[in-house]
């Protein structure tokens, strides 16, 4: 820190790095400006990853995690957001960790939207930790997978009718080419068969 200006945003960044175990978001918000000026090559880093490994001591997926989740509370909770950095300390400060299921979850189009709403309370509002959160987590997802069956159904009978194209537009091609065994032929005609059967 001694080699950075003070006021400037690698001392800044530098300063929420030390404060990361009490206010997270403070550091992701830090982490976010610099990812995205890519003010780190300025400092002699190449890559984001090099200076979060080497001047923050973060691991990439560490600084991923923060990354996200910042984003994710910029882009869909600024209100929350705005109370979080207002509190100091938060009150039940959500960790990354369950923002960053939360982000996941609301990816999900199969989960009901007040399946999604009952996570975020719990996240957001009352703060829980990850292993509760990802409970609840789970409870969603395998209520959710009734329909997706249905889903991975049709994805299967996709995927053979894909293959069954593709081995019809081989063997067309394969059938102007000069010496191609007519083993071979016989044996693609005879997988285009099968897979027409389990079709």
Same mark, same amino acid.
């Given at each position: ?25 403070? %550091? ?8 995205? +000026? ?15 490994? =080497? ?10 995690? %923060? ?16 109370? #979080?950095?207002? +509190? ?13 299921? #939360? ?46 069956? +249905? ?15 593709? %081995?019809?537009? %081989? ?19 005879? #997988?285009?068969? =099968? ?5």
């Amino acid at each position: 820190m001694k080699s950075a200006e003070p006021g400037s945003l690698r001392h800044e960044t530098l300063e929420a790095a030390k404060r990361f175990k009490s206010s997270w978001i403070e %550091l992701g918000q830090r982490l976010w400006t610099v990812w995205k +000026e890519k003010a780190y090559r300025s400092w002699g880093y190449l890559t984001f990853e090099a200076y979060c490994a =080497k001047e923050i001591h973060l691991r990439a997926a560490t600084a991923q995690k %923060l990354l996200q989740s910042y984003y994710f509370l910029e882009k869909e909770e600024p209100s929350t957001l705005e109370r #979080l950095r207002q +509190e100091t300390p938060a009150a039940n400060l959500p960790s990354p960790e369950t923002v960053n299921m #939360l982000r996941l979850l609301k990816r999900r189009e199969e989960v009901p939207s007040e399946r999604y709403q009952q996570v975020r309370h719990y996240v957001l509002d009352e703060g829980k930790d990850a292993s509760e959160v990802r409970q609840q987590v789970q409870a969603i997802l395998k209520t959710s997978r009734p329909e997706s069956e +249905e889903t991975e159904i049709q994805r299967r009978r996709t995927t053979i009718r894909r293959m069954i194209g593709t %081995l019809k537009h %081989l063997q067309r091609e394969l059938q102007q080419q000069d010496g191609i065994p007519k083993k071979l032929m016989d044996q693609i005609s005879g #997988l285009t068969q =099968k897979l027409e059967e389990v079709l």
